[in-house]
């Protein structure tokens, strides 16, 4: 046990630690706004949408192998809600480049806006801490849903064959149907985002 608690520390001072991640307070409504950078680095405010969409945030990292398979995923919902969310990738590790981001696009067959956060304006806004999660915003802005995209992952190393859940499929669905009540927000599995403050 000591042992693995040692290999635990030295894994968050490295800042590249896959773990579950807690449940969070309840959602707040996003404050201000928000900007981050396209690749070209120009700002960008992704709450900046046609009338009626939902803003959805999904937190990614071009190094890290769980959000990386969850790619299939993104592009689906992403088709999937067309027209009715906006679903943006959010890049917030400080050291991805413009280049690596592209070139990550690309290998990944993404299509979605990628945005660049690098002061973690966002991350901070969407109550993330690791990639992948993700955040949906109504229509006003609030952030209704914030966490894992499904469980998927029970732990780090631990994969189910397939889903059992599936919160953001069903917290974009439930936003966008009257009357119907968003899943309580649960913490991802997957890369810590460094330089939290």
Same mark, same amino acid.
Request: glycine share 8%.
């Given at each position: 046990?000591?042992?693995?608690?040692?290999?635990?520390?030295?894994?968050?001072?490295?800042?590249?630690?896959?773990?579950?991640?807690?449940?969070?307070?309840?959602?707040?409504?996003?404050?201000?706004?928000?900007?981050a950078?396209?690749?070209?680095?120009?700002?960008?405010?992704?709450?900046?949408?046609?009338?009626?969409?939902? &803003?959805? =945030?999904?937190?990614?990292?071009? $190094?890290?192998?769980?959000?990386? #398979?969850? *790619?299939? @995923?993104?592009? %689906?919902?992403?088709?999937?809600?067309?027209?009715?969310?906006?679903?943006?990738?959010?890049?917030?590790?400080?050291?991805?480049?413009?280049?690596?981001?592209?070139?990550?696009?690309?290998?990944?067959?993404?299509?979605? &806006?990628? =945005?660049?956060?690098?002061?973690? $304006?966002?991350v901070?806004?969407? #109550?993330? *801490?690791? @990639?992948?999660? %993700?955040?949906?915003?109504?229509?006003?802005?609030?952030?209704?849903?914030?966490?894992?995209?499904?469980?998927?992952?029970?732990?780090?190393?631990?994969?189910?064959?397939?889903?059992?859940t599936?919160?953001?499929?069903?917290?974009?669905?439930?936003?966008?149907?009257?009357?119907?009540?968003?899943?309580?927000?649960?913490?991802?599995?997957?890369?810590?985002?460094?330089?939290?403050?």
């Amino acid at each position: 046990m000591l042992r693995r608690l040692t290999g635990l520390a030295a894994a968050l001072l490295a800042g590249s630690l896959l773990l579950p991640g807690a449940v969070r307070g309840a959602p707040a409504p996003a404050t201000g706004r928000v900007v981050a950078l396209d690749l070209a680095g120009k700002p960008v405010d992704p709450f900046e949408v046609a009338s009626g969409e939902l &803003v959805v =945030l999904i937190f990614v990292r071009t $190094d890290c192998p769980i959000s990386n #398979r969850y *790619a299939p @995923t993104i592009q %689906a919902l992403s088709t999937k809600y067309a027209g009715k969310a906006q679903i943006t990738l959010v890049y917030p590790d400080k050291s991805e480049t413009p280049v690596a981001i592209a070139k990550h696009l690309q290998e990944y067959g993404y299509k979605n &806006v990628a =945005l660049r956060d690098t002061q973690h $304006d966002l991350v901070k806004v969407s #109550r993330v *801490a690791i @990639t992948p999660e %993700a955040a949906v915003f109504d229509s006003k802005g609030n952030l209704i849903y914030h966490g894992r995209i499904d469980n998927w992952y029970k732990d780090f190393g631990h994969a189910r064959s397939a889903p059992t859940t599936h919160e953001l499929d069903e917290a974009i669905s439930a936003s966008l149907t009257a009357g119907r009540q968003v899943p309580a927000s649960v913490g991802g599995v997957g890369c810590y985002i460094s330089d939290l403050q």
